[in-house]
Nanobody
Framework: QVQLVESGGGSVQAGGSLRLSCAAS????????MGWFRQAPGKEREGVAA????????YYADSVKGRFTISQDNAKKTVYLEMNNLKSEDSAMYYC????????????????????WGQGTQVTVSS
């Protein structure tokens, strides 16, 4: 059974940093597409970043390029999202997700490409 457990959220001021973690179990971690999504109140859930754990290829939304970094630790079966220079518009519930397929590709940011989700961790950025 797939389990994804996020942690690391919190409240920071604009310009600050946070690192989110997603501890995974129940599947082959080293050959998967892992994504980070976020959803702010009243908005649709959007893809933030993804990583193909089989080779380390990464994908980012334009809104976070240069500020966020997704990475993996195969030994810990954990995916991270390092978030720097946070802005108020980054405030949202952040979710970790496991892709349906053992690759990411051009549709990495689409919700329907993922079939397992964590419970989410809240990020609040105050200006």
């Amino acid at each position: 059974q797939v389990q994804l457990v996020e942690s690391g959220g919190g409240s920071v001021q604009a310009g600050g940093s946070l690192r989110l973690s997603c501890a995974a179990s129940g599947y082959t971690f080293s050959n998967a597409c892992m994504g980070w999504f976020r959803q702010a109140p009243g908005k649709e859930r959007e893809g933030v970043a993804a990583i193909y754990t089989g080779g380390g290829t990464t994908y980012y939304a334009d809104s976070v390029k240069g500020r966020f970094t997704i990475s993996q630790d195969n030994a810990k079966k954990t995916v991270y999202l390092e978030m720097n220079n946070l802005k108020s518009e980054d405030s949202a519930m952040y979710y970790c997700a496991l892709g349906r397929f053992p690759w990411c590709g051009g549709l990495w940011s689409k919700n329907n490409q993922y079939n397992s989700w964590g419970q989410g961790t809240q990020v609040t950025v105050s200006s």
